[in-house]
Antibody
Framework: EVRLLESGGNLVQPGGSLRLSCAAS????????MSWVRQAPGKGLEWVSG????????QYADSVKGRFTISRDNSKNTLYLQMNSLRAEDTAVYYC?????????WGQGTLVTVSS | EMVMTQSPVTLSVSPGERATLSCRAS??????LAWYQQKPGQAPRLLIY???TRATGIPARFSGSGSGTEFTLTISSLQSEDFAVYYC?????????FGQGTKLEIK
């Protein structure tokens, strides 16, 4: 059974930083691209970033380019999202999802709140 | 960036009836279009990919059609568990983009 477990969400001040993690199990992690998708309170889904299976290829939404960095550690079956220069509009539940084409497996999300 | 526009924003349908949801892309996405269902407090669930292929375990009452820029999700006979928010997503271009969602509510 595929399992994705996000962690690291917290309350952070504007301009601050946070690193999210997603622990994966139940599949060959290094064989799959991975994605981060977020959802602001009461709003729709926004694709944030994706990374190839070997970690070489990365993609970002324009809204986070230059501020967020996606990475992975295939030896630990873990996906990361380093978020810097956080803004109020980054407040959202952040989901990790398997693959960067269509995602048939999602975690339950971790809440990031950016507020002073 | 590819813009995905869903209509209507809210759709009120009675159980047992058919629901038709639309998704339009600002430029062609070929057949690289997926549909997701999301219920309150839950992660999204993949329903359809490749415009018309049902994901594993998805009932046959869900069907997808279209190509290029115009796509449709049809639920043939609504069950109580189908009332939720539905999102389309293109995966033809970077960045991936979602529609704003259609809320399917009980009439």
């Amino acid at each position: 059974e595929v399992r994705l477990l996000e962690s690291g969400g917290n309350l952070v001040q504007p301009g601050g930083s946070l690193r999210l993690s997603c622990a994966a199990s139940g599949f060959t992690f290094s064989s799959y691209a991975m994605s981060w998708v977020r959802q602001a309170p009461g709003k729709g889904l926004e694709w944030v970033s994706g990374i190839s299976g070997n970690g070489v290829g990365t993609q970002y939404a324009d809204s986070v380019k230059g501020r967020f960095t996606i990475s992975r550690d295939n030896s630990k079956n873990t996906l990361y999202l380093q978020m810097n220069s956080l803004r109020a509009e980054d407040t959202a539940v952040y989901y990790c999802a398997k693959d960067w084409w269509v995602s048939d497996n999602w975690g339950q999300g971790t809440l990031v709140t950016v507020s002073s | 960036e590819m813009v995905m526009t869903q209509s209507p924003v809210t759709l009120s349908v009675s159980p047992g009836e058919r629901a038709t949801l639309s998704c339009r892309a600002s430029q062609s996405v070929s057949s690289n279009l997926a549909w997701y269902q999301q219920k309150p407090g839950q992660a999204p669930r993949l329903l359809i990919y490749g415009t018309s292929t049902r994901a594993t375990g998805i009932p046959a009452r869900f069907s997808g059609s279209g190509s290029g820029t115009e796509f449709t999700l049809t639920i043939s006979s609504l069950q109580s568990e189908d009332f939720a928010v539905y999102y389309c997503q293109q995966y033809n271009n970077w960045p991936r983009t979602f529609g704003q969602g259609t809320k399917l509510e009980i009439k």
